[in-house]
């Protein structure tokens, strides 16, 4: 079911909404968007330019080609004709339920919805709908665009197979479903973040720490473990080799002391409040929000990839995510049947601004990343997919020639050329034509030498059947092409197969 979602309708367009609607948007879904307010459009623009930032940092992948963006003045309209609604309104039981009730009366009956609230329960939300069973809790965490985890929780009537794919959608779109046991207030997140909440009030109250030495502690602390450990892991390393028993068997008795005060909550007072604004505003008060939302995003990129490289957390699901984003990108031509008789059109881009040098112009290592993305959707349409590589085989670069030819400007789209210049039972060469799409220029050429590897064994291996099958069928249309003045010049020529 959730293959089949490719448009989906936010109702509310604020902070969590505006998160929303980047990361479907990013992932290729095209978004209806319904919120009365009059500056939901320009906010919601403003945190999907900051989410195209953070992708284009987050991962190497190709991105797809972003949905579609339609803003409507009814929910009526919104929801109609989509497969999957996300209900972001504010936090009022009686305003979410009254809406949930009009996306259930005007969608269609076969879409999911799920709302985003943070501590409502599910049963409370759709006890008066009609189709209850395809509602849900799907509640993130901001920025919904980075953060992957995503708290699916139903109530009383929701469906065990409403929330297996609601589960599927989301983890297609990159995050980490985790589907709450039990129906419970505040789910299990925020209820974890409202004891440290707690306790902080209570330290600011009490004089203690101020609220950058509060932040202090956690991000110089106990956060860097979390944002790779989580809570329960961490201990276990810290009770050594004995792991978790003897760490509890250490700290546990400590249960008993009275050292914070969870069971109680500090009056939110004018006086207390007025203690956490200037001291807030003293702390961060030198950045807009939109600064601190790039420093956060930017922080956070960082911390995801240095998870992936040790494939751990958040760094893994990045991993899985990458991996998803390149089948997508290079799948669309793998069902087509294309005219061998001429190059091979398989990947496009567009110059993001990260791009660019100091000259504004697209510095030479992304031509290396759009001739490698390139190369990744040619081997993927002959049939090196992950599939095939699980095998323990797969194909390497171990030669390329590049050619800068002309200049090109930030946000100009291109298309690349794929030419078959031969290939024997272990080793295939290829030119990619780098062209701007409006003028027909050729921006770069590379040419590359690519070897088919047992990846195991850690050498050269025969081609498998299906990718020399499908190359020799290429090369049937390819070999007729004329043969490029410049190619061989950086690599020297292979005989052919045929």
């Known amino acids: 079911m959730s293959k089949l979602i490719k448009k989906v309708a936010l109702i509310g367009g604020g902070v969590i909404g505006g998160g929303w609607a980047a990361r479907f948007l990013l992932n290729g879904l095209d978004v209806n968007v319904f919120d009365p307010s009059d500056s939901a459009e320009r906010s919601l623009n403003e945190m999907l330019s900051n989410a195209i930032h953070a992708y284009s940092k987050l991962t190497m992948a190709p991105l797809l080609k972003p949905g579609k963006l339609f803003f409507f003045d009814s929910l009526e309209k919104a929801v109609q004709d989509v497969e999957f609604i996300q209900e972001s309104a504010p936090e009022r039981l009686e305003l979410k339920r009254s809406i949930i009730n009009q996306i259930d009366r005007y969608a269609p009956e076969t879409a999911l919805i799920c709302s985003s609230t943070s501590g409502l329960k599910p049963s409370s939300l759709q006890a008066e709908m009609k ?8 509640h993130p965490f901001n920025p919904v665009y980075l953060l992957p985890l995503v708290e699916i929780c139903g109530g009383e009537q929701t469906s065990a197979e409403a929330k297996q794919h609601a589960a599927e959608f989301y983890r297609e779109v990159g995050m980490k479903p985790l589907i709450l046991r039990k129906e419970i207030d505040a789910f299990i997140a925020d209820r974890l973040l409202e004891a440290v909440w707690r306790e902080g009030l209570w330290l600011i109250r009490d004089d203690v720490a101020s609220t950058e030495e509060l932040d ?12 790779q450990m989580g809570l329960f892991e961490t201990y276990r390393v810290a009770g050594g080799e004995a792991g978790m028993r003897h760490f509890i068997s250490q700290f546990g008795p400590t249960l008993s002391l009275p050292w914070t005060k969870l069971m109680d909550v500090p009056e939110l007072n004018e006086e207390l409040i007025e203690k956490i604004v200037s001291q807030s505003d003293a702390q961060s008060g030198k950045h807009s929000i939109r600064e601190l939302e790039r420093i956060r995003d930017d922080n956070l990129v960082a911390i995801m990839q ?13 991993k899985e995510y990458e991996e998803r984003l390149y089948q997508k990108a290079h799948s669309g031509v793998v069902a087509s049947d294309p005219d061998f008789s001429k190059p091979l059109s398989l990947f496009d881009a567009k110059v993001l601004p990260e791009w660019l040098d100091y000259n504004g112009h697209m510095t030479e290592s992304r031509y290396l990343q759009v001739f490698g993305d390139a190369t990744d959707a040619l081997l993927n349409f002959v049939g090196m997919d992950e599939a095939y590589r699980t095998e323990g085989f797969s194909v390497y ?7 800068h030819l002309l200049e090109v400007a930030g946000g100009e789209p291109l298309t690349v050329q794929t030419q078959l210049l031969g290939f024997d039972e272990k080793r295939l060469r290829i030119v990619h034509k780098l062209l701007h799409v409006s003028s027909g220029d050729i921006l770069a050429t590379g040419e590359h030498m690519l070897l088919h590897v047992d990846t195991e064994a850690g050498r050269a291996a025969p081609l498998g059947k299906k990718l020399y099958e499908k190359l020799e069928k290429i090369w049937q249309g390819h070999q007729n092409l004329a043969v490029l003045d410049y190619a061989g010049n950086g690599i ?5 197969s045929s």
């Open 492 to 496: 020297r020529n292979i005989k052919t």
């Open 216 to 227: 202090d502690a956690i991000r110089y602390g106990f956060g860097l473990r979390w944002a």
């Open 306 to 318: 240095g998870l992936k490289l040790n494939d751990w957390g958040a760094g893994a699901l990045l």
């Open 131 to 138: 189709h209850p069973e395809r509602f849900m809790v799907g």
């Open 397 to 403: 670069t171990v030669e390329t020639h590049i050619r």
